[in-house]
């Protein structure tokens, strides 16, 4: 089967190598032809050592021949040199000389009848290959030739080509020493606008100083609007003639409370008389029936503080009974109740511009139910510090943005923290607690306003206090 499918490949590749010889001796050959011919000698070459393996295989028969007819050589010797003695030597050689003797003379001949065959067909693929060799060169050489020709045409053109070269040349040099200038030019601009830009960013700093001095004016304007507003309450309500009904009043927060009690201590003065008299009729307008009101009351603080019952302790010694342990559940409720209340009034209050503080000390004085409003002296604010007081402000100043930068970075780094745990709850859980500590963050910022006020008050009187 290998014979005849190398026969078939031997016949095709020279059938392929004579028509390309034929063809290459009319025009050059083409980049395909020239692969074909190459792949024509690489199968040339692989079928040569094919014949030359089996040129050698038959040079091994005769020499394993010959090798074999050695022990019959060497026994006649051996028996002629006997007669030479004159000793008696066998006639016959035994069979298994004769018998090796034959099989080696049958190697020597099947291979060199072999050799003779073979290296015709090793003779056959030299010959092609070397033919195709032949082929491939002499088109080298033609496509060489055509090359050189190519190239002279080029260099013919290339003489032109080199004086067009040499007037852009000349031309560009004039270019670039126009573009040089140009560059000069574009340097001088460059500076120019480097200067601009300085400029511009010199006007944008003034600006942003000047809107900041603004926003400071505006921001101290507005602080003196505050600061300086007089404690009145004004009876605000919407009557919708639809409904028939008031659905809107300025004492709307307060109306939740209305059945607390509340105590209104006044200082002897004409103005607290009628802030509180606001606080009065405020409240009585909101539905509360339970007012207490308490002129010329003396020891009361500049401004109003909001001060629910708050006892010294919430529990007794009966805690464990029944009656301990509901005297305990209603103190908590009666706390809770006049705590949220105190809240709502002085938020209130705020709501006017009004100086308000949530006072917190136990007030076991006044009932379970009860607030008391202490509503003192408009309160002395200072809007400019005097040169006496500049130094001091300065250092309040600074100590006061200390510490708002750092309940700012301690806030931001709680709320950073808080947020890697909510990451591993499932999600519903963590919009719902990201909601909730959305709440409470909104909760200590109103705490906060609660206590503090946006006006600086100038040594707040207090006749409780002694005077150094």
């Known amino acids: 089967m290998n014979a005849v499918t190398n026969a078939h490949i031997c016949l095709l590749n020279d059938f392929i190598r004579r028509a390309l010889i034929l063809i290459s001796v009319v025009t050059p050959l083409s980049a395909d032809a020239i692969k074909r011919l190459e792949d024509s000698r690489e199968g040339w070459q692989h079928l040569r050592s094919h014949h030359f393996s089996d040129l050698l295989l038959m040079t091994e028969l005769v020499a394993i021949g010959v090798i074999l007819e050695g022990p019959e050589l060497v026994y006649e010797i051996v028996q002629l040199v006997r007669r030479w003695h004159k000793k008696l030597a066998r006639e016959h050689p035994p069979g298994w000389i004769t018998v090796v003797g034959l099989l080696g003379w049958a190697l020597v001949s099947v291979g060199v009848a072999g050799e003779f065959w073979v290296d015709s067909w090793v003779n056959t693929d030299d010959d092609n290959i070397q033919s195709i060799n032949i082929t491939l060169l002499r088109d080298a050489y033609s496509s060489a030739s055509a090359a050189h020709d190519i190239a002279q045409g080029a260099s013919d053109i290339a003489i032109p080509a080199k004086e067009t070269a040499e007037k852009a040349k000349g031309e560009a040099d004039s270019a670039k020493s ?49 600061c300086l507003a007089p404690r009145v309450i004004p009876q605000n309500s919407y009557f919708n003639m639809t409904t028939k009904a008031v659905e809107l009043s300025s004492v709307d927060p307060l109306r939740p409370h209305s059945g607390l009690q509340a105590i209104i201590d006044v200082a002897q003065d004409a103005e607290a008389r009628r802030a509180a008299s606001y606080i009065e009729r405020s409240l009585r307008a909101a539905g509360w029936r339970k007012i207490t009101v308490l002129w010329n009351v003396d020891g009361l603080r500049d401004g109003v503080e909001v001060v629910p019952w708050n006892p010294k302790e919430l529990g007794n010694k009966e805690l464990g009974t029944p009656e301990g342990d509901a005297r305990l559940q209603r103190n908590l409720a009666a706390y809770r109740a006049v705590g949220s209340a105190a809240d709502a009034i002085v938020d209130w209050l705020h709501s006017f511009n009004w100086y308000v503080t949530r006072g917190n000390g136990p007030n076991p004085d006044i009932p379970p139910d009860a607030i008391e409003i202490k509503v003192g002296l408009y309160p002395p604010v200072e809007l400019t510090p005097s040169p006496g007081e500049l130094p001091f402000a300065e250092i309040d100043a600074e100590m006061q943005k200390s510490r708002e930068e750092a309940r700012e970075k301690a806030e931001r780094e709680e709320d950073e923290k808080v947020e890697e745990i909510y990451k591993t709850y499932p999600p519903y859980m963590a919009a719902k607690a990201r909601a909730e500590w959305k709440q409470m963050r909104e909760d200590e910022k109103r705490n906060e306003e609660r206590y503090s006020q946006p006006c600086r008050l100038i040594n707040p009187f207090n006749p409780a206090l002694p005077v150094y």
Request: net charge negative; aromatic share 0%; charged share 30%.
């Open 178 to 226: 126009r573009a040089d200038a140009v560059g000069l030019q574009a340097t001088a601009l460059d500076r120019q606008l480097s200067a601009a830009k300085q400029d511009v960013a010199s006007a944008k700093k003034e600006l942003s100083s000047a809107e900041a001095a603004e926003k400071q004016e505006e921001q101290a304007l507005s602080d003196m609007a505050v």
